[in-house]
């Protein structure tokens, strides 16, 4: 074929509707579409953004040739779109081309607001249907009928994609772990195809620029590598529900329940809620297992890990990860090696604990707000030293403040920067209890609502699965006086 020579294995020589041959060409950095050595070439794209190449089969009469579909993601306007486009080989070179796609999809594997339904057939489908990807939809009709579906059914897929804000994740999981196979159950990855206010999950999978990407999401679902996920234990007498993000109480409890009727503002209506949100007004306990209350050493410790995983290549593919025993339910009493601040003048705390929690006796607490990830909307990296996968809970407990200090740490917001605030009091826990020392008013759990009553968190290493395009989530970086992630 005159014009093109295939020169190493990473090429192929198709030819164009017209018959004019065209060089697929695929490295571990992009995958190109050449009509000529020296034309623009038809399609360039990073080659984790190729989605598949189809062959279709010879037909019962013979043809001299046939069509070839490739299907991917192309950058148009700073956003990912399909491209998909056929292309032709001879019916004796269909071997030759399906082998070279099939060899070529492995290398591209290795490299580098109420409208979810609209979003999801308009987007969401038409590029995972391009992968060749089997998929069953199911849409939830009310509250808990995640939980309901997940319970269900039956484990004959390889992913669960929930097209949802945070809380439809938050009930899958709850759903998984109370079934009589959950071991099972729970090895089947669960990831997120954001279309919700905050998609937190997304932020902190796919990187703070690529958190709203619906396509990359759809990348993730179909080439994404697996990787452990550690979820919290929460135990209300004889309740119990399962966490994977976050548990907030005071300020940022209104912000995710009291700005429901919000909804149409995107993820602004969180910074309105921020504004507009008051403090714990209560007399509180929170005991702590604490593991360490330095921040220092927990930035030492994070960098070491960015170092670590930075020094790492994942060649093997997807993390094997075990199933793990889920523990019976408990509600724990604190000891002496805990430690306990109380919010106030009703109860006043003793001098071990003022000093250990570094506190200030009679502070008010303005919220506390624990999780295990760094980011909880665009806004706001409230946890900028959480390591996913550590087994461990970061806990901020933001004592009292004036409302113009706290107008001006919302611009710090996405560089986690309110964390050097001698205010914010951040610790690293393997369990803790939360207590309202007088009538409580809500919690939010994943952006769930439930009573705010005597509560048990436990951490559950490993205990659920999800996928990134890496195969780890991405660090974060302690610039000064901040952080950035880096994905």
């Known amino acids: 074929m005159p014009g093109f020579v295939a020169k190493s294995d990473n090429e192929f020589v198709l030819e164009s509707a017209q018959g004019q041959p065209v060089l697929l060409r695929c490295s571990s950095e992009a995958f190109e579409i050449l009509k000529s050595p020296n034309a623009l070439p038809i399609l360039s794209t990073a080659s984790t953004n190729l989605l598949r190449i189809s062959v279709a089969r010879p037909s019962s009469t013979p043809n001299a040739r046939l069509p070839v579909t490739i299907a991917a993601l192309v950058q148009r306007s700073g956003e990912l779109k399909l491209w998909k486009k056929d292309f032709w080989v001879s019916t004796t070179r269909r071997g030759l081309i399906t082998e070279w796609a099939e060899r070529i999809l492995d290398l591209s594997f290795q490299g580098g607001k109420g409208n979810a339904r609209a979003l999801v057939q308009s987007i969401a489908l038409p590029i995972l249907e391009s992968a060749g990807l089997s998929i069953e939809v199911y849409e939830t009709q009310h509250a808990k009928h995640g939980e309901m579906l997940a319970q269900d059914l039956l484990l004959d897929f390889d992913v669960i ?56 999401a759809c990348l993730n679902v179909i080439k994404g590598k697996r990787l452990p996920l550690d979820v919290c234990s929460n135990t209300q007498g004889s309740k119990r529900w399962f966490s994977y993000m976050s548990l907030a109480a005071g300020l940022m409890m209104e912000v995710d329940l009291k700005t429901e009727h919000l909804r149409w503002m995107g993820d602004a209506r969180f910074i309105y809620g921020f504004i507009r949100g008051g403090k714990l007004d209560e007399t509180n306990g929170l005991h702590l297992k604490v593991v360490n209350g330095d921040k220092a050493l927990m930035i030492k410790q994070s960098t070491a890990h960015r170092e670590r995983q930075r020094s790492q290549t994942n060649t093997t593919g997807d993390s094997q990860t075990e199933a793990v025993v889920i523990p019976p339910p ?38 506390i707000y624990t999780g295990m990830q760094p980011f909880v909307s665009r806004d706001l990296m409230q946890f900028p030293v959480a390591i996913p996968g550590e087994g461990l809970i970061d806990v901020v407990v933001q004592s009292t403040i004036s409302r113009t200090q706290a107008l001006s740490s919302i611009d710090g917001g996405p560089e986690g920067k309110p964390f050097h605030l001698d205010s914010m009091h951040y610790y690293k826990v393997s369990a803790y209890i939360l207590e309202p020392l007088e009538k409580g008013d809500l919690l939010s759990l994943d952006g769930e609502a439930i009573p705010f009553e005597r509560i048990t968190v436990e951490m559950i290493p490993k205990m659920a699965t999800t996928m990134t395009l890496t195969g780890c989530w991405p660090a974060v970086e302690h610039i000064e006086k901040g952080f950035k992630m880096v994905a």
């Open 161 to 216: 994609a929930a097209a949802s804000g945070d809380g439809l994740i938050h009930e899958i999981i709850n759903g998984l772990a109370v079934r009589s196979d959950a071991k099972q159950a729970l090895r089947i990855p669960v990831v997120q195809i954001p279309t919700g206010s905050a998609n937190g999950f997304c932020l902190n999978a796919l990187g703070l620029e690529n958190g709203f990407s619906i396509p990359l």
């Open 330 to 367: 408990r509600n724990l009493d604190p000891n002496d090696d805990w430690v306990t601040i109380t919010s106030g003048e009703t109860k006043r705390m003793t001098l071990r604990d003022l000093e250990k929690a570094n506190w200030k006796q009679g502070d008010g607490i303005w919220y």
